[in-house]
DNA sequence: CGGTGCGTTGACTTCGATCAAGAGATGTGG
DNA sequence: CCACATCTCTTGATCGAAGTCAACGCACCG
């Protein structure tokens, strides 16, 4: 609710709990003002642009593309619905700031998250390529979106194909991530998973510059955590409090430490590798060798 | 050991199993001759063929072009690498006949199976863009894949956008596996989880023609079943009983009979719509429209 | 005929779910 | 600014699902 917004029409308010109780709450947005939207462009981009330097070459003729696509900013509470199952929409959604999730909901009520989002991580790009979304979006936190016209996007990538590979290699990027979780889930424990899924998190946000070395904000609740590790609430819990008293991690004002990082990635069988990222992430010519195989496709 | 196939050099030969004790055994494969390679070539694409155009309209043009791809046929026993991790080939391997799986080795040995592969999947389609693999492909039964330049898949897509987005959608549709297995493994319980894979596989085999309407040959390894759902072998041994006594399914010689379809899909919470099948195989006004959508791309 | 892979069974253990309840936070409305 | 409701985290007790260990039968095969 801060000065810099102001309520407006809302599109993305739906509620994600099983057993919702909250009151409404409309969702805040920008102006859909087109040039006030335009100018705002490159920073409501700019945790995407980043991601994608990370993997990749942009030319400047890109990166100035990207920065002058025009989007539209929306304010979303946390635990909301940013896109639902089995809708196809004609705009594609960002994150700007926040955590969000993809989920699926259960017969029993159960819910399942399947991916979490972080700061430039699309929701739907490829969505109307399959027709319905198989799953749903929400919102972990307060999250800062940032909604993009399918068809402006779609100008810029076939004018920008460095772009569109870039956004396909991201894709790849998620694929791995679902993989990774897979094992996970399957042949970790509890707590080597969860250890696992929070160094996923602290690499993920350090290239999008919203991590330290050793530290991020974590503001994601034991619950949404059970959801996205098949575990109940209470031995999330659980597996917290050991991992904290084996001084694996330190979770203080919603901030997680972590004390040394070699102990957690090896508790937790943690290798980079599946994340792609170049060893050296400002090693030009390895960003050159990534943006000229991407060409060839 | 077929009379059609006869032993020459041996790509794909390493072992699975980690307390591998089989003896070494040659793969087998076709003559490289190019003139009977390109002869064969549209029978050891088409499950792909069929595949695609289950999903996407393929005009002749596009239909001879990769029929007319030339292809090195090889004969793989089971349990045996396809592609090792860490690795970066120049060819795209095509399941022909067969299963094949992704997987990870874990630290403790334990082996995790994050995706089957059916006749007309590729393992390693977009491995390029990400550098190295980060997780290895091999067979589960003797497979024949169908081995492919990237050079030449490349000249191809170049020449057929449309192909390059039917591929394109197949690896979206591998993501919507994903996930779903995800779904599964998080919040299914053994017997469910467990009955949704066979669901899967069934709907799966019948896109390329390998299933009837309730049946289908399945010569997987309890053993294998086991690590794609993350369970012990004992395990899922209790499971499949389980599954048999309440006569959801039946077992014998190797072939999966499905007695009542409708109550295994309501018993596994099973609902085809991740795997982004038209509702109606044939229905063409339905390929148009996603041929349509995908080319915007 | 003995090895080996695969399926099966039984006994026991452990991990994680469930149920229940309480303690801090946090936030909202009056 | 207080009072109340609701999250969120936490703890204890108990139950059930799945893992582990060990052994055996059967089919296949050299």
Redesign the pocket.
Known sequence: MSDRFWSLSTRVETCT?R?????Y?GSMEFSKNPAQARVLGGQMLSPLIQKIETRFHLSDYDRKALHQLSARLVRVM??RDLIEEGKASDHITFIRSGFACRYRILPDG?RAIIAYLVPGDTCDLYAPLLGRMDHAVATVTRCDVAVVSRQDLGMLTSDHPAIAGALHITDLVDEAISREWLVSMGR????K?IAHLLCELLARLQVVGLATSDSYEF????????DA?????????????TL?AEGLIV?R??TLFVPDLNRLHTFSDFDTRYLHLPQNLYSAERRRIISGVARLQ
């Open positions: 709990r057993l919702c109780t909250r009151a709450f946390a635990h159960g970790r424990s509890a707590e998973q503001p994601i609740t034991q619950a949404d955590l059970a590790a098949g575990l109940s609430v209470v031995h999330t819990n659980r597996v917290l409090q904290r979770l004002n919603k």
